[in-house]
């Protein structure tokens, strides 16, 4: 596998890890990432990567140690936000007892993200948050979902603003659960 | 979070540890029993997080929650709690279900005793049939009244929920008490609910009379209107009640559908993105993403695979060359330039400069001796003090050399 990674047969690949994508079971890529996965990890760890294997949730993607600047900073609270507020939307439009959990996020018809998203439609309150992070119209916000888009966390499914998530995005679902143990001003 | 928030979520986050404490006699257990049912309630929790819980609980303002009795360390359910509920529960204006059922049960029984009436064997008493109708005429009006009171009390508590500006564990407390309210009246909503039933009995025992050649026509005309009534009152009942429940259940379902920790931690996460900013929730450190675009991510392919060349050149197995120690050779340090430069300059005159420096250093070879002479002119840095001559030749070794001989003259 080293000597395939070094004729440079996997480029397109690494170029996408380091672009920060997901690679999950979907994508024919995750078998060699796979396979390979000690040559591919020395081959990042060189970089300065961290190659993950997030196994129970099937997919791989790099991590840096380096702190991010500002700019990588502003796009993670961005997506990260985003994702928050899809949360608190779906909940609120799902009025039987359906739990939102991530295998309700994986659903393969995706949901009406750019509407349900939009400033027409968002409460007042989630708007407002919005606009805190910078993302003050409908086209910034189909910017971030595009962005995650090219990160493979999600994908557009249909023209009239239909998206899936992808596995990938297990990792926001990591990320707001540990919220959920914090108790703001509390010791518990 | 307010003080008033904050009491109500410890409410809530105990609700099923104060109901449990509720029941026991006088509302009132021992310090250590308290502990043990904070656990049993909350199996995750550690022995310090219970220890903190109980003291949040006895602790609480504007008041505690829970009482400490010092005399013999029991704690007891501070009354207001139960006042607090009954308070909540009144500002509903939900009529409770057991009152429909008495007036529903009013129905049964004057259709009962109507029944009774026509049935005996004795001639039977018009007037007292007339008065049981008459009964029921006032049941069938009051069930109106409250269906519409009901009707109009959850629309106002559907707004209620609907209001943002409004605490939202106090909005979740009250659904918790609404939907208290709301569970035994879905039962009148269903096609064969007691409502249904004591109605098609009384139609039944209505028909009888109708059915009767020796009942007046007056009486007749009566049941007939009574007919009419019961089937308009059950039917507007369950509509009422069905589209009341239609409109709050959403809401309803927002309070008190069990919320997975995603939404939970997604909640906490914008309240507190709200409250303090996004900085505070420091979402870069938990979660790197990656930035395609920023310059030092960027790789040509010429330097990829340069670098891949170096990668795979760094991990060949190193050939380790046995050493001889017969072709040990002694450490011969580099020549010191500055001191070499400076003993020049304090000459009036050298000749031959790498000559000089060659005699100086026997036992260094030509090349080093030729870059240090290099060097010292540099260090003088004087042109004008240099004078070539010849060209001469110089060995040292196996090296050689021929170039014009360089003199310095102070």
């Not at chain 1, 396979?35 to 993607?61: A, K, M």
């Not at chain 1, 009406?112 to 708007?127: D, F, Q």
């Not at chain 2, 049993?40 to 609980?57: G, V």
């Amino acid at each position: 596998m080293r000597d395939r990674i070094g004729s440079g047969e996997f480029q397109k690949l690494i170029w996408g890890l380091l672009k920060g994508e997901h690679i999950d079971l979907d994508s024919q890529d995750y078998t060699h990432l796979e396979e390979g996965f000690d040559d591919f990890q020395n081959t990042f760890r060189s970089l300065g990567f961290s190659l993950i294997h997030e196994l129970g949730s099937g997919y791989f993607y790099l991590q840096r140690s380096k702190v991010a600047d500002s700019n990588e900073k502003r796009q993670a609270n961005q997506i990260s936000t985003l994702f928050f507020i899809t949360i608190q939307v779906l909940q609120d439009k799902e009025t039987n007892k359906t739990a939102i959990d991530l295998p309700y996020l994986l659903n393969n018809n995706g949901f009406p993200l750019e509407h349900l998203l939009s400033k027409r439609t968002l409460p007042n309150h989630l708007s407002r948050v919005f606009n805190g992070i910078g993302i003050k119209s409908d086209e910034e916000m189909i910017a971030v979902l595009t962005r995650m888009q090219t990160m493979k966390l999600a994908e557009k499914i249909s023209d009239n603003g239909t998206w899936r998530f992808r596995r990938g995005i297990a990792r926001l679902e990591q990320l707001a659960r540990s919220y959920a143990g914090d108790v703001g001003g509390e010791e518990e | 979070m307010s003080r008033n928030a904050t009491f109500l979520s410890i409410l809530l986050e105990n609700e099923e540890l104060l109901a449990s404490i509720a029941q026991e006699s006088e509302h009132r257990v021992s310090l250590s029993n308290l502990k043990e049912r904070i656990s049993q309630f909350n199996p995750e929790l550690s022995s310090d997080q219970i220890e903190k819980r109980a003291d949040k609980l006895i602790k609480s303002e504007p008041f505690p929650i829970i009482q400490e009795i010092f005399q013999d360390g029991d704690v007891v359910l501070h009354e207001k709690i139960t006042e607090l509920f009954l308070w909540l529960s009144n500002q509903l204006y939900i009529v409770h279900d057991k009152i429909i059922e008495t007036l529903v049960e009013t129905i049964n029984l004057a259709s009962e005793d109507i029944r009774q009436e026509i049935n005996s064997e004795n001639k039977f008493n018009t007037h007292l049939i007339s008065i049981k109708m008459d009964e029921m005429f006032r049941s069938l009006s009051q069930l109106r009244n409250i269906s519409e009171q009901n009707k109009r009390a959850i629309a106002t508590q559907t707004q209620n929920l609907r209001d943002k500006n409004v605490d939202y564990e106090y909005r979740k407390l009250t659904a918790g008490i609404i939907e208290d309210h709301l569970e035994p009246l879905r039962m009148m909503i269903n096609d064969d609910s007691f409502i249904v039933q004591v109605i098609d009995n009384a139609e039944t025992t209505l028909g009888i009379i109708r059915g009767n050649s020796t009942v007046s026509e007056e009486l007749k005309s009566k049941s007939m209107r009574l007919s009419k009534d019961m089937a308009r009152t059950s039917t507007k009942t369950r509509e009422d009640h069905l589209s009341a429940f239609k409109s709050i259940q959403p809401f309803l379902d927002v309070f008190l559908k069990k919320q997975t920790d995603l939404v939970v931690g997604s909640q906490k996460a914008l309240n507190l993105m709200n409250e303090f900013g996004v900085k505070h929730l420091n979402i870069p450190s938990r979660i790197t993403l990656l930035k395609g675009t920023r310059s030092n991510n960027i790789f040509s392919d010429s330097a990829f695979k340069k670098w891949f060349i170096r990668v795979n050149k760094s991990t060949e197995v190193l050939e380790l060359k046995p050493i001889s120690v017969e072709q040990a050779t002694s450490y011969v340090p580099s020549i010191p330039v500055s001191r070499l430069s400076e003993r020049i300059s304090q000459q009036s005159e050298v000749e031959d400069l790498l000559l000089f420096i060659m005699e100086k250093y026997p036992k260094h070879g030509l090349r080093p001796c030729l870059k240090a002479m290099v060097d010292c002119m540099v260090k003088i840095n004087n042109f004008n003090q240099l004078e070539f001559g010849q060209i001469t030749p110089y060995s040292r070794g196996k090296d050689y050399l021929e170039v014009a001989s360089i003199g310095y003259a102070r």
